[in-house]
């Protein structure tokens, strides 16, 4: 049972433009997300996280959005670049629960 | 700044042997969890202590244990190796909760585990 979804397993974007990564979840007592980066043998970095009583959080070119009665998020990247080139997971946790539960991925690649 | 540690970065074991884990938080993070993730596929959660104590736990085998220290480094020991726990073994830490109550996790480099 996949609680967290990530329907598209791969992206690719010309560099510049902007990217967005979308994911949904099913469980509606999720109420913190966040989006972490990966590069091949390394481990997740954190990129973003929002809280369920926000609908957008920005932090320099990367601004997630969430629509809960969609259970849905997203996470914009502009303007993409090279180094943006990596699998990106959407996770989600239970404030008190701690464990955070991952979306399957997304490979984003940003072509020149 | 200072990041999640993990040692060995990479171990081979064979089957039926066991495998110790080591992994060293951020400096006045106060909880550890562990994560596998298998090729291709999404990290799943083990296990996770706070102060020392465990605090939730997932799809972690009986052949698995795991303890926090003193110290707040965490160990993750691996008894009757099989195959299938060839993996990545992420370790994570995080802080006291921020005015929300949220706590972000931030990921070690992993140990690749692979069993033959």
């Known amino acids: 049972d996949q609680q967290v979804k990530q329907n598209s397993p791969s992206l690719s974007v010309q560099e510049g433009r902007i990217s967005i990564l979308n994911c949904d979840y099913t469980?509606?007592?999720?109420?913190?997300f966040l989006w972490y980066k990966k590069y091949p043998a390394e481990g997740p970095t954190f990129l973003i996280s929002?809280?369920?009583?926000?609908d957008k959080n920005e932090d320099g070119r990367f601004t997630v959005f969430l629509n809960k009665s969609a259970k849905h998020l997203s996470l914009h990247i502009v303007p993409s670049q090279p180094g943006d080139s990596a699998v990106y997971f959407c996770?989600?946790?239970?404030?008190?629960?701690?464990?955070?539960?991952f979306g399957q991925g997304t490979r984003l690649t940003i072509n020149p | 700044a200072a990041g999640v540690i993990q040692s060995p970065r990479h171990l081979i074991k064979e089957k039926r042997e066991t495998a110790t884990l080591k992994c060293y938080p951020i400096p006045r993070h106060d909880t550890v969890y562990w994560y596998q993730q298998g090729p291709g596929q999404d990290p799943q959660f083990l296990i996770s202590?706070?102060?020392?104590?465990?605090?939730d736990k997932g799809s972690i085998p009986d052949r698995f244990s795991a303890q926090q220290f003193s110290d707040y480094h965490s160990e993750l020991n691996m008894s009757s190796l099989e195959l299938g726990d060839s993996a990545l073994y992420f370790c994570?830490?995080?802080?006291?909760?921020?005015?929300?109550?949220?706590?972000?996790?931030?990921f070690g480099p992993g140990t690749r585990l692979l069993v033959l």
């Open positions: 469980n509606s007592m999720f109420d913190y």
């Open positions: 994570a830490s995080s802080g006291p909760s921020d005015a929300l109550g949220t706590e972000t996790q931030y």
């Open positions: 996770a989600a946790s239970i404030q008190g629960a701690q464990k955070l539960v």
């Open positions: 929002i809280s369920s009583i926000k």
């Open positions: 202590f706070y102060e020392k104590m465990q605090s």
